[in-house]
């Protein structure tokens, strides 16, 4: 998501690009802060009116007439086509002629426009943007694909005698070959893709700009574009070559295999274009006016961190120590754990079965209990791992760091097998700070959220790895909240994070003791800040999206109504 576009943005001077606009200028017309004023009103080759930005003026800006320069035109002559001003209606050029109204033709063209812009955002632009995720993940998935190949080849060269060793490095690099054709291939349809989208995108903000404007003229010359993006490219089919084993050994290098073509074809109807009909959305919840507390758990922690649910009426906790606990909403003690290792969690999560799985930092594992045994997942030389996330397909992502606490990355597993890495952005810059507390959580749309207390943000990503935004704390002139506006003093410091049925962001800002709710956008919807939260730090939702906040220094569980 273009930054620029997020719901944190603000309107900014038209002069200088960066401070906010105070001023206007109703002739020109032009946002201006209060700095520019004097620079805006310098030009003397032009009438200026500035006034505070409230008092504006909001009529219509009508062309001049060509004939009676002191004249607007507010009227369209249907016989000559050509705008008319009062003087030229009564005029003998345009006896009996008949006329229409500026503004009625205007709001009639812009209600087009406004269908226009509709279709092109909601269904036209949403479209290409699945378009280009599709074409990412694949792209995504290409690396592990191949080297799978490479390991085949690599199990059944290791059956063979020394002298098929060259045998086997050709099919190696036929495998890279295909791979960087098949990579060329894809990127190259991705190119053609964002070009439109870009094409798209560009429409889009024209449509907005003309449904801003005062300007008749520039409402009426606007042409329809949207018909030449509603018939979708074809789909570019890449079909992976596959290795055949071949054990007539007769002939080592004819008969040691080989692999099959890669296939590039397109696929006329490989896409479909999106429709609001046909968007699956989860019954709307609104947030209630006041978030409620339900229940309160002690859990008999010094320090809790992380509360994720097993059930409705079920939580595991994870505090300071090397036991973790099963509580139900009573506050009774289900189960005790303690880590293989007798160190401390880093963090928990719940598998779809109900298997806990944790990780432990010292020794560098992440592991699962089954049937109350410990079973080591995976192992990581060379980085630590942090928290963990189950998804929605019971893949296992996990943030680690560096043993020099000098890169950060999200890892995601199926079992104990790597299928994605995600560290750096489209500029090869990284996503995540070094070092530091961070918490994940994969929304309902499937992005990747990640609350980095290093860079004060909660960074999201899509599923294919790609940038969406990130959201650094809520503006100080928000106002719905007054505790917030008057007395919050401290720093964005996010911990915690879930997600919820609505796929709405719930993060835990541990220094200002509240709870920050976003939209999937990264939209701030409210605070929850009225339920004596102290120091709220592990987040999770139930499946009646019920919020359960662990407080750090308390060692309590409170389970919140907010919806």
């Not at 290409?128 to 191949?146: M, N, P």
């Not at 990355?409 to 750096?424: A, D, H, L, N, P």
């Not at 959201?471 to 003093?489: D, Q």
């Amino acid at each position: 998501m273009d930054p620029r576009l997020s719901a944190q943005d603000i309107i900014r001077c038209t002069v200088c690009k960066d401070k906010i606009v105070q001023m206007y200028c109703n002739l020109c017309p032009m946002n201006l802060c209060k700095d520019c004023v004097g620079e805006h009103i310098s030009d003397v080759s032009k009438k200026h009116d500035v006034v505070p930005l409230a008092l504006r003026r909001s009529k219509l800006v009508y062309p001049l007439c060509q004939t009676h320069s002191e004249e607007n035109c507010e009227m369209l002559c249907e016989d000559c086509n050509i705008p008319a001003c009062p003087k030229c209606v009564i005029s003998p050029t345009h006896k009996r002629h008949h006329f229409k109204s500026l503004k009625d033709l205007m709001n009639s063209k812009k209600e087009n426009i406004e269908k226009e812009r509709k279709r092109l955002k909601e269904t036209v632009y949403s479209t290409f943007e699945e378009i280009v995720t599709d074409i990412e993940t694949r792209l995504a998935e290409i690396d592990g694909k191949y080297e799978k190949l490479t390991l085949e080849v690599t199990k059944h060269g290791e059956e063979w005698h020394r002298e098929i060793d060259k045998v086997i490095e050709k099919n190696k690099e036929d495998i890279n070959e295909k791979k960087n054709q098949h990579r060329n291939a894809l990127n190259q349809h991705l190119n053609d893709i964002k070009k439109l989208v870009a094409d798209i995108k560009q429409s889009i903000l024209e449509t907005e700009d003309i449904l801003q404007s005062k300007e008749v003229i520039k409402s009426l010359s606007y042409e329809i574009k949207s018909e030449k993006f509603t018939k979708l490219p074809s789909k570019l089919i890449v079909k992976f070559p596959e290795f055949t084993e071949n054990n007539n050994r007769d002939q080592c290098s004819q008969l040691f295999g080989s692999l099959s073509s890669l296939s590039i074809t397109t696929k006329e109807d490989g896409y479909t274009m999106k429709t609001p009909e046909a968007v699956s959305c989860p019954p709307v919840k609104p947030l209630l006016n006041e978030p409620e507390l339900i229940t309160t758990i002690n859990t008999g922690y010094d320090e809790l961190y992380s509360v994720t649910c097993l059930s409705d009426e079920e939580i595991w906790t994870r505090g300071g120590d090397k036991i973790m606990k099963l509580y139900n909403l009573l506050g009774n003690v289900l189960k005790s754990i303690q880590t293989k290792s007798g160190k401390m969690p880093r963090d928990i999560a719940v598998t779809r079965s109900g298997d806990l799985v944790y990780t432990d930092r010292d020794t560098r594992t992440v592991n699962m209990v089954k049937n109350d045994q410990i079973q080591e997942v995976i192992r990581l030389p060379g980085w630590k791992p942090n928290n963990i996330c189950i998804t929605s397909s019971d893949d296992l992502l996990v943030i680690m760091d560096s043993d020099d606490n000098k890169q950060s990355k999200v890892v995601r597993y199926s079992g104990s097998t790597e299928k994605q890495t995600i560290q750096f952005d489209s500029e090869s810059k990284p996503l995540y700070s070094s070092g530091g507390l961070k918490y994940i959580s994969e929304n309902r749309n499937l992005d990747i959220c990640v609350a980095d207390s290093g860079a004060s943000a909660v960074v999201v990503v899509n599923q294919a790895g790609k940038l969406r935004f990130r959201y650094i704390g809520h503006p100080s002139t928000f106002m719905g909240s007054f505790y917030h506006f008057f007395f919050k003093k401290e720093s964005f410091y996010p911990c915690g994070i879930t997600t919820d049925s609505q796929s709405q962001i719930l993060t835990a800002d541990r220094d200002n003791d509240c709870i920050h709710i976003l939209d999937q956008d990264g939209q701030f919807l409210r605070y929850i800040d009225n339920c004596d939260l102290d120091e709220p730090w592990g987040l999770c939702v139930d499946t009646r999206d019920n919020l359960f906040v662990a407080e750090h220094d308390g060692g309590r569980v409170k389970k919140i109504k907010y919806m």
